[in-house]
């Protein structure tokens, strides 16, 4: 028996009001539809079939590959969509067919696989209680509690819209009993549009099969219900860590993208914020107020405080507080970018320090290297970028301007202040600044002139 899956993602999410599709906003760094197509996956199940509104070629985009979508035109209902998906795969009267709501993203993959291996006769449709039902189509049984009908919200009565059972836009269907069931909806309810749930109708007597934990089946139709979906998705992946070793200080300020990978021995103080393909090495630890996006950190580092971005980070490396590391910056092993220093596509050698507050752009610095507090690498003169190379041991002066392009070589030093526009040979001292003055008897003068003031 094949099973194929149906994903319902064609609806316009008027309420989300915004113009991004609602199936692509994102959960943890994945898009809802995402998280739908990953728990099919995840249960085994390779053919899908998404229904995508037009003109969202985004929507397409942000599936996975092997994934079929298929555009719905005009919004004639979950049944209609169920129907255009049907004529895209063909033939399933031998198959079993799960259709899913595309804006379901807590749906874990063994609810998915459960309810395939629940499934017999012509149809066996999800339900679960919840504590406020509005809005959902509600679950009519009979007497000896098999389901016989799912009631629209705006089809139902006052007794029917007191069930507190519901219908989650998840089913599975006998495929052949599916596909004579569909051609046969009408459009005579109160949106005026194909329901699927009138085939359970056709179809009843049918089986339910209840999700015990409601808080799965939460549909996103609004922000708030996506920030509500977004505060459950994160106690799980963080309840998940935390199983695995991770020591979290303060789950409820700590945001890991699905995509984050975690060593365990990992620590992470509160207002952590890691995102895209960042991973995190053991003993290192991140926080507190951090944000890591498509980053490595390698084992035994600390970054506090501080923002990297598109960075590879090396084992006991020390970043931050109030660090700004940029795409494209390799910091090796044991060095440091210390207090409001910013460092973009640089690569910084093991051991070296750059403390305190200095701009580090497009520059190459060697091993066991030192840039004083303030050292900028002045990388641009407003047309181009240029180079900066530092060897190794070099010792930075405070305040130098290393005016790229230019070159210091290994164990050179630069007096501090100094604006170096010229190479550095290895082993040299560079200094440029004019020779100190000195005024005598300044203060002395100056006391006589306040007196005179004060007259
Ligand atoms: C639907 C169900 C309702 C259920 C509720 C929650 C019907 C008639 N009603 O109502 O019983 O309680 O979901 O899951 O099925 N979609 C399309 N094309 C369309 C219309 C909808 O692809 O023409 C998709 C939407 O993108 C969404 C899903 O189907 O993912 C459900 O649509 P939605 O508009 O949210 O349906 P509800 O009115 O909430
Ligand atoms: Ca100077």
């Given at each position: 028996?094949t099973?194929?899956?149906?994903?319902?993602?064609?609806?316009?999410?008027?309420?989300?009001?915004?113009?991004l599709?609602?199936v692509?906003?994102t959960i943890?760094g994945r898009?809802?539809?995402?998280?739908?197509?990953?728990?099919?996956?995840?249960a085994?199940?390779?053919?899908?079939?998404?229904?995508?509104?037009?003109d969202?070629?985004?929507?397409?985009?942000?599936?996975?590959?092997?994934?079929?979508?298929?555009?719905?035109?005009?919004r004639?209902?979950?049944?209609?969509?169920t129907?255009?998906?049907?004529?895209?795969?063909?033939?399933?009267?031998k198959?079993t067919?799960?259709?899913?709501?595309?804006?379901?993203?807590?749906?874990?993959?063994?609810?998915?696989?459960a309810?395939?291996?629940?499934?017999?006769?012509?149809?066996?449709?999800?339900?679960?209680r919840?504590p406020?039902?509005?809005?959902?189509?509600?679950?009519r049984r009979?007497?000896?509690?098999?389901v016989?009908?799912?009631?629209?919200?705006?089809?139902?009565?006052?007794?029917?819209?007191?069930?507190?059972?519901?219908?989650?836009?998840?089913?599975?269907?006998?495929?052949?009993?599916?596909?004579?069931?569909?051609?046969k909806?009408g459009?005579?309810?109160?949106?005026?549009?194909e329901?699927?749930t009138?085939v359970?109708?056709?179809?009843a007597p049918?089986?339910?099969?209840?999700?015990a934990?409601?808080?799965?089946?939460?549909?996103?139709?609004?922000?708030?219900?996506?920030?509500?979906a977004e505060a459950?998705?994160?106690?799980?992946?963080?309840?998940?860590?935390?199983?695995?070793g991770?020591?979290?200080?303060?789950p409820?300020?700590?945001?890991?993208?699905?995509?984050v990978?975690?060593?365990s021995?990992?620590r992470l103080?509160?207002?952590?914020?890691?995102?895209?393909?960042?991973?995190?090495g053991g003993?290192?630890?991140?926080?507190?107020?951090?944000?890591v996006?498509?980053?490595?950190?390698g084992a035994g580092?600390?970054?506090?405080?501080?923002?990297?971005?598109?960075?590879?980070?090396?084992?006991?490396v020390?970043?931050g507080?109030?660090?700004?590391?940029?795409?494209g910056?390799v910091?090796?092993?044991?060095?440091?970018?210390?207090?409001?220093?910013?460092?973009?596509?640089?690569?910084?050698g093991?051991?070296?320090?750059?403390?305190?507050?200095?701009?580090v752009?497009?520059?190459?610095?060697?091993?066991?290297?030192n840039?004083?507090?303030?050292?900028?690498?002045c990388?641009?003169?407003g047309?181009?970028?240029?180079?900066?190379?530092i060897g190794?041991r070099?010792?930075?002066?405070?305040?130098?301007?290393l005016v790229?392009?230019?070159?210091v070589g290994?164990?050179a030093?630069?007096g501090?202040?100094s604006?170096i526009?010229?190479?550095?040979?290895?082993?040299?001292l560079?200094?440029e600044?004019?020779?100190?003055?000195?005024?005598?008897?300044?203060?002395?003068?100056r006391?006589?002139?306040?007196?005179?003031?004060?007259?």
């Amino acid at each position: 028996m094949t099973v194929r899956a149906i994903v319902l993602a064609a609806g316009k999410g008027t309420r989300m009001k915004c113009d991004l599709p609602k199936v692509l906003h994102t959960i943890a760094g994945r898009p809802i539809v995402g998280w739908v197509v990953k728990a099919i996956l995840d249960a085994g199940i390779t053919d899908i079939t998404v229904v995508i509104p037009p003109d969202s070629d985004a929507v397409a985009a942000a599936l996975p590959d092997g994934v079929r979508s298929v555009v719905q035109h005009e919004r004639g209902g979950t049944g209609h969509a169920t129907r255009i998906a049907l004529e895209a795969i063909g033939d399933v009267a031998k198959d079993t067919v799960l259709v899913i709501a595309g804006d379901t993203p807590l749906f874990t993959s063994a609810t998915v696989a459960a309810l395939v291996a629940a499934h017999r006769g012509p149809a066996t449709v999800l339900t679960t209680r919840v504590p406020d039902p509005t809005g959902y189509g509600r679950i009519r049984r009979s007497a000896d509690g098999v389901v016989v009908a799912i009631v629209e919200e705006k089809d139902a009565d006052d007794t029917t819209r007191a069930i507190d059972e519901v219908a989650m836009s998840t089913y599975a269907f006998d495929g052949a009993s599916l596909a004579e069931a569909l051609p046969k909806l009408g459009r005579a309810n109160a949106k005026g549009e194909e329901y699927l749930t009138d085939v359970v109708g056709m179809l009843a007597p049918v089986a339910g099969f209840d999700v015990a934990d409601h808080r799965e089946t939460l549909g996103v139709n609004s922000h708030d219900q996506l920030a509500e979906a977004e505060a459950l998705m994160r106690a799980r992946i963080n309840l998940a860590w935390m199983q695995a070793g991770v020591w979290m200080q303060d789950p409820a300020t700590t945001y890991l993208d699905a995509t984050v990978q975690l060593e365990s021995g990992v620590r992470l103080l509160p207002g952590v914020h890691l995102e895209g393909s960042t991973s995190v090495g053991g003993g290192a630890v991140v926080g507190p107020q951090t944000l890591v996006v498509d980053s490595t950190i390698g084992a035994g580092s600390r970054v506090g405080y501080s923002v990297v971005r598109g960075a590879e980070i090396g084992e006991h490396v020390e970043v931050g507080p109030f660090a700004s590391i940029r795409p494209g910056t390799v910091l090796r092993r044991g060095s440091k970018a210390g207090t409001f220093v910013e460092i973009k596509a640089s690569d910084v050698g093991e051991g070296s320090k750059v403390p305190h507050l200095s701009y580090v752009g497009d520059a190459t610095i060697g091993e066991e290297s030192n840039l004083g507090a303030g050292t900028i690498t002045c990388n641009y003169d407003g047309r181009q970028k240029h180079r900066t190379v530092i060897g190794d041991r070099v010792f930075i002066g405070s305040d130098t301007m290393l005016v790229a392009p230019v070159e210091v070589g290994d164990d050179a030093v630069t007096g501090a202040g100094s604006v170096i526009t010229r190479d550095v040979s290895p082993g040299a001292l560079a200094v440029e600044r004019s020779q100190q003055k000195e005024i005598p008897g300044y203060a002395a003068r100056r006391g006589r002139l306040d007196e005179s003031e004060g007259e």
